[in-house]
């Protein structure tokens, strides 16, 4: 794909949503933190719904602390892999408080070294809570990148690595939202809704759907 081409895809994600922000409910860089971690094989929604009986009671690392793992699960057991994601949210406000002075670090080495917290969750926060230019590749963006040949790779660092390298400056803070909601709504798994595709006429996809 030229880059031309990739220039018109983001253009038109752009003007489709032209202010495109997560989906997960949160107030401060600490709550998208953990709603992140617990986003993990989890529908927004659900944690969502999790994460409004929790952050109301402990929004905090300390709180969370004081909560402990139990009282975590209490809150977060409607979602899956719960006993694991309540042990390293406590695990990760501890090292937050023993590290960082309570505070979620900006910077990736720090981030990436808290339970939970790969190199798609350290994407998400420093993009989305202190305004990096950073791509966040979950299975909706390897898909689209794939799919419409904006950027293919066997791997998800290596699409990450390529959309970095393809994407034009201008739309590189808000890449990995536009083509998050595009996959999750518009380029879906099983069936795509070419039809209703904004950038159809530009994506290299060659199974395109059709309307019925």
């Known amino acids: 794909m030229n880059s031309d081409k990739r220039r018109e895809i983001f253009e038109r994600l752009a003007k489709q949503r032209p202010d495109p922000v997560p989906e997960l409910d949160y107030n401060s860089p600490f709550e998208l933190l953990i709603a992140v971690i617990l986003s993990a094989q989890a529908t927004d929604v659900s944690v969502n719904i999790a994460t409004g009986r929790l952050f109301p009671l402990a929004n905090t690392p300390q709180a969370i602390l004081e909560l402990g793992v139990d009282g975590v699960i209490e809150h977060i057991r409607t979602i899956g892999l719960f006993n694991a994601k309540a042990k390293n949210v406590v695990a990760t406000c501890a090292q937050l408080i023993d590290k960082h002075g309570g ?110």
């Open 103 to 212: 505070e979620v670090p900006a910077q990736r080495k720090a981030l990436e070294a808290l339970p939970g917290v790969g190199r798609k969750t350290a994407n998400v926060v420093l993009n989305t809570a202190f305004g990096q230019p950073t791509l966040a590749v979950d299975t909706h963006v390897f898909r689209v990148a794939n799919r419409t040949r904006l950027a293919r790779g066997k791997t998800v660092e290596e699409v990450e690595k390529k959309l970095l390298r393809y994407t034009p400056r201008e739309y590189l803070m808000n890449a990995h939202h536009w083509l998050i909601l595009h996959g999750r709504y518009t380029c879906v798994a099983r069936r795509p809704r070419c039809p209703d595709c904004v950038v159809a006429d530009l994506c290299e996809y060659c199974e395109k759907t059709v309307s019925d």
